[in-house]
């Protein structure tokens, strides 16, 4: 069906079904509608549809499936290279879904599938509950969860996809099924690759108090300071270890004073006193600019952490999963933060896997790289115009120096929510690299519950 054949059936089937709210690509909000975090991505959806129940999106689906017409969905829109919108596609926004049902016992939660993180985490935290989430406050929970998930409560609790115990979709025939265990292990990782996620049942644990905040090193010299702090950390982490109710984002930015090497640190536990004292030891670990770490709320934390992130960018990003952090690494590390392009958007950060994150109970999934490891993120983002290819091939030299600085160091797998699929050959090197040994698994579970290929433009995508 041409365009104009596809838009025509799509407004006839959405007159009998008016609580669908519909933005043509005629409608002045169009431009907004079909917004996503990456600017770059300039693709042109065939509209932009907004389901307001479940039952909307059984016969979207059904509809789109009988009349041939593709479809994403977005919920965050916080995907790296905006896979959210596909030219010609029908974008099914997710949002209007955002409830949280919290169970009696206070064990486990229900999250609908276009909620935020931070509206989840502020939900949460009105009832004295956390679970994992990541720190950036637009960025869709299921999309971050349902790859992975790593984020700052992950040492205590573990990654968002260990917290995962149920699932509701919506299947390639529009029909609503709750997931067995079989199709969890695939959720647990490859997301919504197999039906559209109506809503998760996650768990959740006590979180009356948290201490939180940014602490920035003295960076006139960021190669020395980048490798004082991880001389310093590894110390630390080889004699005593870190509790696990502590966790450290390290990350380099482009701040008002210039291009400064810091960590975000969070708190998780109830003593505070004794999170104070790590606050103070984190602090220590470098010549300090400034702490900002302090007894806080999950809604100032989080809002705190927007204002940090560009509201929209254009680039890409690259990543590496390595076991370690030695000195010739740290070294190259450095020498390219000094190096980093002058721009908001463009920053380099690391999570380290550790505590229950590497060895989830009771459950599977097809997340890749359990091993201990500091997962890297290279984010070649630029705020303005014209300074795109600066920043990607900082990034990509960046990796490229830190894989001959340590052969072997590189974990074979990668993080799919981080990972550059532009820049793989096909979608099977993509899959081959995000699935490692769990690819095959991944391939049945397709071929089992999707055997269409129905959610061929969802992340990841599989030809
Ligand atoms: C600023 C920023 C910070 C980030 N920080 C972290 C971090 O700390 N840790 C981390 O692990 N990751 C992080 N990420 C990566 C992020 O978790 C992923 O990109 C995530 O998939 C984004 O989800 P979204 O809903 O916002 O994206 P969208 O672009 O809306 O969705 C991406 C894809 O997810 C799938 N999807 C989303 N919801 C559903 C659903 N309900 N049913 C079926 N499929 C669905 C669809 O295929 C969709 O196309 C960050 C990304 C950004 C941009």
């Known amino acids: 069906m041409a365009d104009t054949a596809q838009l025509s059936a799509l407004e006839a089937f959405l007159h009998g ?15 907004s509608a079909r917004k996503v975090w990456n600017r770059a991505r300039l693709d042109n959806p065939l509209a932009v549809v907004q389901p307001q129940s479940p039952s909307d999106i059984i016969a979207i689906i059904k509809f789109a499936k009988s009349n041939s017409v593709p479809f994403t969905f977005r919920s965050g829109g916080h995907n790296l290279e905006g896979r959210a919108v596909v030219e010609k596609a029908l974008l099914i926004d997710l949002r209007a879904l955002n409830a949280v049902t919290i169970a009696s016992d206070r064990k486990t939660c229900t999250v609908q599938g276009g909620i935020l993180q931070e509206e989840l985490a502020s939900k949460l935290w009105e009832e004295g509950l956390g679970t994992p989430t990541g720190a950036i406050p637009g960025v869709g929970y299921i999309g971050w969860a349902t790859y992975g998930g790593y984020g700052p409560f992950s040492s205590q609790w573990g990654l968002g996809t260990d917290q995962i115990l149920g699932a509701t979709i ?12 079989t199709l969890l292990q695939g959720i647990r990782g490859a997301g919504g690759l197999f039906g559209v996620i109506v809503d998760l049942t996650i768990k959740v644990y006590p979180l009356p108090s948290l201490l939180a905040g940014t602490i920035l090193y003295d960076s006139t010299d960021i190669t020395k300071t980048f490798v004082d702090f991880n001389g310093a950390y590894q110390n630390i982490f080889n004699s005593e270890g870190f509790p696990p109710q502590l966790t450290i984002q390290q990350m380099a930015v482009n701040a008002p004073p210039g291009r400064c090497f810091g960590v975000g640190f969070v708190w998780s536990g109830s003593d505070i006193d004794e999170g104070q004292r790590w606050s103070a030891k984190v602090a220590g670990l470098a010549p300090l ?11 100032e934390w989080f809002a705190s952490n927007g204002t940090m992130i560009p509201a929209d960018i254009s680039g890409s990003s690259a990543t590496h999963n390595i076991s370690r952090i030695p000195l010739p690494v740290a070294e190259t590390i450095g020498r390219n933060l000094e190096r980093m392009p002058i721009d908001p958007g463009t920053m380099f950060s690391i999570h380290q896997l550790r505590g229950p994150s590497v060895a989830p109970q009771g459950h599977s999934s097809v997340f890749a790289t359990r091993e201990p490891h500091y997962m890297l993120e290279f984010l070649a983002y630029v705020t303005k115009e014209g300074r795109k290819e600066e ?16 052969p072997g160091n590189v974990l074979p797998a990668v993080y799919l929510s981080l990972y550059s699929s532009a820049r793989a050959k096909s979608s099977d090197e993509v899959l081959k690299k995000a699935y490692g040994s769990n690819v095959e698994v991944v391939r049945g579970l397709k071929s089992k519950f999707d055997p269409d290929n129905v959610f061929r433009l969802t992340v990841p995508a599989m030809e």
């Not at 079904?17 to 431009?31: C, G, L």
């Not at 600019?289 to 809604?299: D, E, G, Q, S, W």
């Not at 920043?391 to 340590?406: F, K, L, N, P, T």
């Open 170 to 181: 919506i299947d390639p025939d529009g029909e609503i099924i709750t997931a067995d265990e």
């Open 17 to 31: 079904h008016p609580s669908i709210k519909y933005t043509p690509p005629s409608s002045p909000e169009y431009a």
């Open 289 to 299: 600019l400034m702490n900002t770490v302090a007894v806080t709320t999950i809604p």
């Open 391 to 406: 920043s990607e091939e900082w990034a990509v030299q960046m990796a490229r120096e830190i894989e001959q600085a340590d």
